[in-house]
């Protein structure tokens, strides 16, 4: 079965960075879309940002283009998501996700048919 392991959250002040990580294993990670998603209090769960099997192709919302940038390490099975310009609204769980199909992201970014993690907590204060 599918593991993903998110590490790397925290608290930081708005303008600040984070770089969270989620560490994969189960299965030949460099098959696989990976993405990020994020889930604040008293609202839906979010799409973040995808990244395809080769990491050659990557989506983000519009939300924070320009801010986060995701990335993978197939030699490591690990996928990234740097956090930069942090702002208030970025506060929430944030959740690793694998596509359950090899090599297509196109319903891993309507979070569709996919393995998740549990989450790790980012918080931003002004």
């Known amino acids: 079965q599918v593991q993903l392991v998110e590490s790397g959250g925290g608290l930081v002040q708005a303008g600040g960075s984070l770089r969270l990580s989620c560490a994969a294993s189960?299965?030949?990670?460099?098959?696989?879309?990976m993405g990020w998603f994020r889930q604040a209090p008293g609202k839906e769960r979010e799409f973040v940002a995808v990244?395809?099997?080769?990491?050659?192709?990557?989506d983000y919302a519009d939300s924070v283009k320009g801010r986060f940038t995701i990335s993978r390490d197939n030699a490591r099975n690990t996928v990234y998501l740097q956090m930069n310009s942090l702002i208030p609204e970025d506060t929430a769980v944030y959740v690793c996700?694998?596509?359950?199909?090899?090599?297509?992201?196109?319903?891993?970014?309507?979070?569709?048919?996919?393995?998740w993690g549990q989450g790790t907590q980012v918080t931003v204060s002004s």
């Open positions: 996700a694998q596509a359950r199909r090899p090599y297509v992201s196109s319903t891993l970014i309507r979070g569709e048919s996919a393995y």
């Open positions: 189960g299965r030949t990670f460099s098959a696989y879309a």
């Open positions: 990244i395809n099997y080769s990491g050659g192709t990557t």
